[in-house]
């Protein structure tokens, strides 16, 4: 095809609140028919135009009535759309089709005998310091169902998880990104959950994180920008003006080397509102593979210390600090915890070359 015969595909999620990478979710895909496959059959055009779709899975939409077709070709934005029932029909240029893809059908979650970093527990609550690499809740695809947060959680809590999060989700109040490590707190029951939740709601539990990022921003900042899902690329967020109100609160602990260590607060708790944020002021997270470039250390550095940044392939991200009112109790309870390994040596060959 020549560029100006390109397929025109615009993907929409049907689900704007599903966050995680990797979560699953039913999408909507539109596509208009180019000159190059005008007279071929739908199935086989539409199998040309979604190269991720089989024919057969075209086909087996196209059963369930889940393929439409809009009324008039010159618009994507009008609303008379019908569903296509044969997959012999024969397409036109400039005709447009909506795919519905339906998200996969959640697998029944097992109970994984996972170690945990558990700081504190009672029945009503535990607090786990969670490794970075390691996924909190179920996602797409047959392995996003395995080696979460919440199969440790089913193995080490057995029925003691509250429900309101769902099958998918049991005992989870608040997430943090795959690649984060640090504090997360887990609600046994329903009445913890709700207690929780609703702290976290109002914003008076805390939440402090340590980041390491390119660039020297000012001692302390704010950042109040709306988040909100990347126009163009998915699996991001980004400042959007149309996104949910977002606070985080920062301040340089050090610097060295073109890069800095601060201590970020959160008001709220958007996804990726740290990596996001940072980002949108020009101090990407170190190592951050969705909103950050690689990092290429100065040829002036120690080559052992230019080989463990380099090596760094994770957001320099770490959740130091929790506090929250017990729910049952009204007691204060506030923890803390190292960075991991990984972080600390990095920080470490920052220091040195400063």
Not at 185 to 210: I, P, T
Not at 312 to 330: C, E, I, M, Y
Request: proline share 6%; aromatic share 6%.
């Amino acid at each position: 095809m020549t560029n100006s015969e390109e397929v025109v595909v615009e993907p929409e999620l049907a689900d704007e609140e599903a966050l995680e990478e990797g979560e699953a979710r039913a999408e909507i895909l539109q596509i208009q028919i180019p000159e190059a496959l005008a007279g071929e059959r739908l199935d086989k055009a539409l199998a040309r135009c979604a190269p991720a779709l089989s024919r057969t899975a075209i086909q087996r939409l196209l059963a369930l009535q889940a393929v439409w077709q809009q009324a008039a070709a010159q618009s994507a934005d009008a609303t008379a759309w019908q569903a296509v029932r044969s997959d012999k029909e024969k397409v036109k240029a400039g005709q447009w089709f909506a795919l519905h893809i339906p998200a996969p059908v959640p697998m029944a979650l097992q109970a994984e005998e996972i170690p945990l970093a558990i700081l504190y527990e009672d029945k009503d609550l535990l607090v786990v310091n969670k490794p970075a690499g390691m996924t909190v809740h179920p996602g797409a695809g047959p392995d996003g169902w395995r080696g979460t947060l919440v199969n440790a959680l089913l193995f080490h809590c057995r029925d003691s998880l509250s429900g309101i999060g769902g099958v998918e989700r049991p005992g989870i109040v608040h997430r943090l990104d795959k690649e984060t490590s640090g504090l997360l707190v887990v609600a046994k029951n329903d009445g913890a959950h709700h207690h929780l939740s609703a702290q976290f709601a109002v914003h008076s539990s805390e939440r402090q994180y340590l980041a390491i990022v390119k660039g020297v921003p000012e001692v302390t900042g704010t950042v109040v920008a709306p988040i909100g899902r990347h126009p163009k690329e998915r699996q991001k967020m980004a400042v959007v003006a149309n996104g949910r109100a977002a606070v985080t609160h920062f301040r340089r602990l050090e610097s060295w080397g073109g890069c800095a260590l601060l201590a970020c607060r959160l008001e709220t708790g958007r996804t990726h509102q740290i990596r996001v944020h940072l980002a949108h002021r020009g101090f990407p997270l170190l190592g951050d593979p969705l909103y950050s470039r690689p990092f290429t250390p100065p040829q002036r550095w120690p080559q052992a210390e230019r080989e463990i940044v380099a090596a760094f392939a994770r957001q320099a991200l770490h959740a130091a600090r929790l506090g929250f009112t017990h729910p049952k109790s009204g007691e204060r309870l506030q923890f803390q915890v190292e960075p991991p390994e990984d972080f600390q040596q990095l920080l470490q060959a920052l220091r040195t070359v400063s």
